[in-house]
């Protein structure tokens, strides 16, 4: 296999090869930065590339390889999301806030991976603060699709999507606070999991909204997804809401049949604001499962609807308080002149944010202040509460839950920027599940006018393995993971 | 002004540091007077992703305090979030409780003039401090130094309760005692481990609603408290009796002008928009802790001061003042164990009197005292046997006091054994009555005050080393019986 064909494989291809000495890490690491560096122009995945770190990174994971270690995942490389800190990196969170904050320590996830020695190849594009489904929000210019670069990649995550589903990387971290890793995967045509909240410690990772932020990773298969859980999962006493369990590794069992697994509906998601186009490819893959001995239960979220609002006041509202702490006093970025402290504050975050940010800051502001926390915040606490309970309920007829990532494909850039409610509106299917905290994953599940679409599959929480097992199952007969897109500069045809 | 028409209300609110290694959500140390901005990890310097994990012992203080003032431990509280922007407010919000604190009710006995008070807590909750912000150091620049922010506090609140300067003092001396006592809280004052906010409000006697409160802030030292409250409530009086109103607001104390300047008023007060912070789950606290917690704690004043008088039949007085300190009553409990056979009052007669009245006049404090408990207990073994006077006693003490030394060595080589001796006394009375005639016949004509004479040129000639109780019965036998 040469090189750039190596490029195109998923992990268990790459960990042979680099077993086999076919490549070093290092080597590996320079074809992948040698294809970013022709596609960064077109696609605009990355905010931060530094070719000297990364392969310095690399010469490590070739000395692990070549030591005792067992360190048989060293010289994977792979591409994290600008949202994670990382000591020597610029962390910028898709923010002119941050546009020269170097990190001075790791984030828990980045730990995991550097201590099993996989190769950072950059920092990806992100909408800023991790606020947006589009990607349009970053301070470092939008992402675009590689599958039509007219279009958007889907958001937050949409640097580390569009870079895995452009093979400039076969995996990238990110992070999913009402959809942010999910609807990019889907729009990318790549796989995607966020795992139950607490399984991943949020440690290092900047805070958009404390109680919903989950790390999660893409990759090119289930199987892939898998293996990189098993890195990052796990109790990390540093994180308070990291959950300390001891749960069979993903990557095993993952050939375990699927026959009879209860595939549950939820009757309001097949409905009125689906696409055509969308609705079709999902209804495929239904049929798909079922031709692989699953049943299918109709199942009822009838909260799920409140879903939105509810997401809309409590993110906001963590938000708001959360970005506090990026004054220009201490870091980031500081107004060039100022009279006195007010305006220190005031002309600091005014230049360092950017709209979506000020827009989720004032109306978390808002709906914490006094007199309109109980009508906001505390009644959609109780509406969240009510989702999970739909859920816990759901969970009694089915083992899993399948239904669309978003009810389009990607869309073209700037088609909602006048309007982002319209925006928020689409995150209907997968903000449920971030409010519930519950593990979900989304698998390529066919095309609709050339661009991806994604199937969403929600498991009870801690049952990352079960959604694994049946997306590695779904992938073992259909196809659709290996398309590749070719729309764009820096392909290797 | 009439201030006999008005009644005070006051409420108290005290920030005590909790006595930790670390910080109450990092691992940094808390110790004082480090460089600047050298015990504050990214913790603290609320860095982007970092996040705060509760410190247990910060915890297991707030349940010593819960159980020592017999207040309702939370099986859950919640940490909330206060948002509020300033330089040394590293996240731009607070860590604190607010709705559900960790600990709910509880009282304490305090002692005034007028007796014994039971002043009523409203609560005591977990929160971190904030950093400080230096403005005198740098020209037209602030520094801002974060050693202490992440340091941990418990804010403990009385309920308005007390009603003059004098019982806000005596409160504050008895919590400032109680944190010490059950080792939760260094008290020092000086470095701001134990501080007070002061609200305080005047009302016409006989008036049941309250009148307008104002906060007077960190007051650190009991005697700034009470002249802040005094100039507070001489200041309230007079502007409503003037036909002013008071205003809602914080006010500071400037102890160099005695007396307290506004701050802010409620209008500008902020909106510190509290909701549960969700990085930090519901701190559940388990009856086992709980009952961890209780087996580990020392005898408590109250429990002690009561077996002082049941048990050892001291005066509620002396009781109380042997129970102020933890340190008294270990003081005064290793003189008791060591002077078997010893009335327990005359231990507590001279650790209250002679030791106590040393320390005041040396500046001491017991821990500092010259005589140790050993070396009082083996003095008052000679005073109970006889072998020295009380007199001598005293002497002795300040010998011990000034020059160290053991009592039986010191009563040896100074010679200082009482004349217990019949004989020797007799003879020594003899001599005297023999050199004064003119004397005895003032005595034996009705002039009993001669007497007095008699007693004092005996001890004299034996050195004050004569059996007092002997020499008075003897001297009588001898005048009388011519």
């Not at chain 1, 969308?278 to 499962?289: D, P, R």
């Not at chain 1, 698998?443 to 199937?455: E, Q, S």
């Not at chain 2, 400080?132 to 202490?148: A, V």
């Amino acid at each position: 296999m040469s090189h750039s064909e190596l490029l195109n494989q998923g992990l268990t291809e790459i960990v042979a090869a680099l077993s086999r000495h076919d490549v070093s890490a290092v080597e590996l690491a320079t074809a992948y930065l040698d294809r970013i560096d022709q596609a960064q122009p077109d696609l605009n995945a990355f905010i931060t590339l530094d070719r000297e770190h990364s392969l310095r990174q690399a010469a490590i994971a070739d000395k692990m390889r070549a030591g005792s270690s067992g360190a048989k995942l060293a010289g994977i490389p792979i591409v994290q999301k600008d949202v994670f800190c990382a000591k020597g990196w610029r962390t910028t969170a898709g923010s002119r806030m941050l546009e020269n904050f170097i990190a001075p320590y790791d984030a828990h996830v980045v730990e995991r991976l550097n201590e099993h020695g996989f190769v950072t190849l950059g920092r990806a594009n992100m909408d800023e603060f991790a606020m947006g489904s589009s990607n349009e929000n970053s301070y470092f210019g939008p992402v675009k699709n590689p599958w039509d670069v007219t279009r958007v990649p889907g958001g937050s995550s949409g640097g580390s999507a569009a870079a895995v589903a452009a093979g400039l990387a076969p995996a990238a971290t990110g992070t999913d606070t009402g959809g942010s890793i999910r609807q990019p995967a889907a729009w990318c045509g790549i796989s995607g999991i966020k795992p139950t909240y607490g399984r991943v410690s949020r440690y290092g990772m900047i805070a958009y909204a404390s109680s919903l932020d989950q790390a999660g990773m893409f990759a090119r298969s289930a199987q892939d997804l898998a293996v990189l859980m098993d890195v990052i999962s796990g109790h990390d006493s540093r994180d308070a809401t990291s959950v300390n369990r001891q749960d069979p590794p993903c990557a095993e069992g993952l050939d375990r049949s699927i026959r009879g697994l209860r595939v549950g509906l939820p009757k309001q998601w097949m409905g009125e604001g689906l696409s055509a186009g969308v609705k079709s490819v999902i209804e495929k893959a239904i049929q798909e499962l079922m031709a692989l001995g699953c049943e299918c239960v109709e199942i009822d979220l009838p909260m799920s609807e409140q879903a939105i609002p509810a997401y809309y006041v409590i993110a906001p509202a963590e938000a708001s308080s959360n970005l506090s702490r990026f004054d220009g006093v201490r870091f980031g970025h500081r107004a060039a002149e100022y009279k006195d402290l007010s305006e220190l504050y005031e002309r600091s975050r005014g230049e360092g944010f950017g709209p979506e940010v000020k827009r989720r800051i004032l109306m978390g502001s808002y709906v914490l202040s006094h007199g309109y926390y109980d009508a906001y915040y505390l009644q959609a606490q109780r509406v969240r509460r009510l989702i999970a309970n739909d859920f816990e309920r759901a969970f009694t007829q089915c083992d899993v839950i399948a239904g669309p990532v978003a009810p389009t494909t990607a869309f073209p850039l700037g088609s909602y920027g006048a309007d982002p409610v319209q925006m928020y509106l689409a995150d209907l299917y997968t903000i449920p599940v971030n409010l519930a905290g519950l593990p979900a994953l989304s698998v390529p599940a066919g095309f609709d006018a050339g661009m991806p679409v994604g199937l969403q599959l929600i498991g009870p929480w801690w049952h990352e393995a079960r959604l694994l097992q049946t997306a590695h199952a779904y992938q073992t007969t259909t196809d659709w993971h290996t398309k590749r897109p070719t729309h764009y500069s820096g392909v290797t045809k | 002004m009439t201030q006999q028409n008005w009644e005070v209300v006051i409420g108290l609110e005290t920030h005590a540091q909790l006595s930790t290694q670390s910080k109450i959500f990092s691992g940094a140390s808390v110790a004082f007077g480090a460089e600047p901005n050298t015990q504050a990890c990214a913790v603290d310097l609320g860095l982007p992703g970092v996040l705060p994990v509760p410190n247990r012992a910060a915890v297991e203080r707030a349940i010593r305090f819960g159980l020592a003032v017999g207040a309702h431990i939370a099986p859950m509280s919640i940490f909330a979030r206060k948002n509020y922007f300033y330089p040394d407010l590293p996240k731009g919000y607070q860590i604190s409780q607010m709705e559900i604190p960790v600990v709910q009710g509880g009282a304490l006995r305090i002692q005034t003039k007028a007796g014994e008070k039971i002043v009523k807590l409203t609560r005591a909750h977990l929160e971190e401090d904030a950093g400080k912000s230096l403005h005198e150091d740098f020209q037209g620049q602030s520094g801002i130094d974060l050693n202490r922010a992440g340091t941990p506090l418990l804010e403990i609140v009385t309920e308005p309760e007390m009603r003059s300067s004098e019982e806000a003092v005596a409160y504050a001396r008895a919590l400032h005692a109680l944190v010490r006592w059950i080792e939760i809280c260094d008290g020092n004052m000086q470095e701001g481990s134990f501080r007070c906010d002061a609200n305080v409000s005047v009302r016409p006697l006989g008036q049941k609603e309250f009148g307008t409160r104002c906060e007077i802030k960190n007051l650190n030292s009991f005697r700034f408290l009470e002249r802040a409250i005094e100039f507070e409530i001489k200041r309230q009086i007079e502007l409503i009796e003037e036909g002013g109103k008071v205003i809602q607001e914080t006010r500071l104390y400037d102890p160099d002008r005695d007396e307290t300047r506004s701050m802010r008023s409620k209008e500008d007060a902020h909106d510190y928009r509290y909701f549960p912070d969700p990085d930090l789950p519901p701190l559940c606290v388990s009856e086992a802790w709980i009952a961890e917690v209780a087996a580990a704690m020392p005898e408590l004043p109250e429990a002690r001061k009561q077996r002082y008088v049941s048990e050892l039949g001291l005066s509620e007085y002396d009781a109380s003042l042997l129970t102020a300190t933890r340190e008294a009553g270990e003081y005064f409990e290793s003189v008791q164990s060591s002077t078997k056979g010893v009335d327990a009052k005359l231990c507590a007669n001279w650790v209250n009197g002679e030791l106590s009245a040393a320390l005041n006049r040396a500046g001491l404090e017991l821990s500092e005292a010259k005589v140790s408990a050993a070396q009082l207990a083996g003095l008052l073994m000679r005073l109970a046997d006889g072998t020295i006077s009380g007199k001598i006693a005293k002497e002795l003490f300040e010998i011990m006091w000034s020059e160290g030394g053991e009592v039986d060595a010191l009563i040896e080589s100074r010679g200082l054994r009482q004349i217990s001796d019949t004989g020797a006394l007799e003879a020594v009375l003899k001599d005297l009555i023999a050199q004064h005639p003119a004397q005895v016949e003032e005595y034996r004509g009705g002039k009993e005050k001669v007497f007095g004479f008699f007693v004092g040129q005996a001890m004299k000639a034996t050195q004050g080393k004569a059996n007092p109780a002997q020499l008075n019965e003897l001297l009588k036998a001898l005048l009388a019986g011519g």
